[in-house]
Structure formats: structure tokens, C-alpha cells
């Protein structure tokens, strides 16, 4: 019984010190807050490609775009798919690949033009190339999948960082 009572004690301390630095939640109000309805307010254009349509997917799930009526922010994004040679073994078989998936983005405010956020996002992931052609190909569509998630992710949550800023920076 002690060890609870201890326990709530430094949970409780614990969490006085993080509202004193002044952490707050992003989505603070759920589906009302600014940054979500911000997120619900960007456009995402069509990404030309496989991986552009990909993240594109990956992007409008996330922002929760769908049925927004008159978008406030535009989101460009422009892609660079990448596969390349690690593993090069003895007999010049390649034994393992590296996919890179690079996404440079700016958000734009509709209203002003203006460039709100120019960043770039990416990530890769390793493949073993093995005898099966079919089972390499698959894998590398597999990482394709999981690499336009992650970049998505990234930009989202960059996006929302600036959007709160912008935020702030309004209603001060």
C-alpha cells in the first residue's frame, strides 16, 4: 500500500513539472481545436507516380481532409524515389538494397501566397534480395508502402507544429 501511495506521489509531481514547462497536448480539444481544423483545412494536389499517390493517400487520411468545402492552406509536395545497391557480392549479384523515399514540401497560405513552411521529409529502409524475383519486387513495393507512411507522418506532424505556431502568433 505504501508503494502505491509513493508511486501516486511521484506520478503527481512528475506531472505538475511537465505543466509547468509548459508542454501542452497538440490536439488539445479534439476535433475543435485550431490544429485540427487547420490540418482539415490543407489541399493536398495530386503527387505524380506510384509513391506520389501513395503519400498523397497516406496525407489526406491523415489531415482528415475529406469534405472540406474551401481549403485555406495548399500542401506541394515533390518526391524523389530512390533504390540502390548495398550488398554486392562476389559474383556481382546484388545481395541487398537501400529504397529512400525524399519528399521536399511547402505549405502555402491560400489567402496571401505566402510560404508558410518549406522542408523536406524522408526516410529508407533496407531489403534482402533474395532468388525469388517476385518476392524482391513484393518487398520493395512493401517498403514503397511503409516509407510513403512514415514520410506522411513526418510532414503532418511538421505541418501541425507550424500551423500551431501560426496560431500563437494570431491570437497574440
Do not use: H
Not at 496525407?59 to 554486392?88: C, M, N
Amino acid at each position: 500500500m505504501r508503494q502505491a501511495v509513493t508511486r501516486f506521489a511521484l506520478l503527481s509531481a512528475v506531472l505538475m513539472a511537465l505543466s509547468a514547462c509548459g508542454l501542452q497536448p497538440m490536439y488539445a480539444g479534439g476535433g475543435n481545436s485550431a490544429v485540427a481544423q487547420g490540418l482539415a483545412a490543407v489541399d493536398v494536389p495530386a503527387i505524380p507516380g506510384r509513391d506520389g499517390w501513395l503519400v498523397r493517400n497516406a496525407l489526406t487520411d491523415k489531415l482528415g481532409v475529406a469534405g472540406q468545402a474551401s481549403p485555406q492552406y495548399r500542401l506541394d509536395v515533390r518526391l524523389d524515389d530512390s533504390l540502390e545497391a548495398l550488398g554486392i557480392l562476389g559474383d556481382d549479384t546484388i545481395s541487398r538494397e537501400r529504397r529512400i523515399l525524399r519528399a521536399r514540401y511547402q505549405l502555402v497560405d491560400l489567402a496571401s501566397g505566402e510560404i508558410l513552411l518549406d522542408a523536406t521529409a524522408g526516410s529508407d529502409a533496407g531489403i534482402d534480395v533474395v532468388s525469388s524475383e517476385y518476392a524482391t519486387i513484393a518487398a520493395e513495393q512493401t517498403a514503397l508502402e511503409n516509407l510513403a507512411r512514415d514520410v506522411a507522418d513526418r510532414i503532418v506532424r511538421r505541418v501541425a507544429l507550424t500551423l500551431r505556431a501560426q496560431g500563437e502568433q494570431a491570437s497574440e
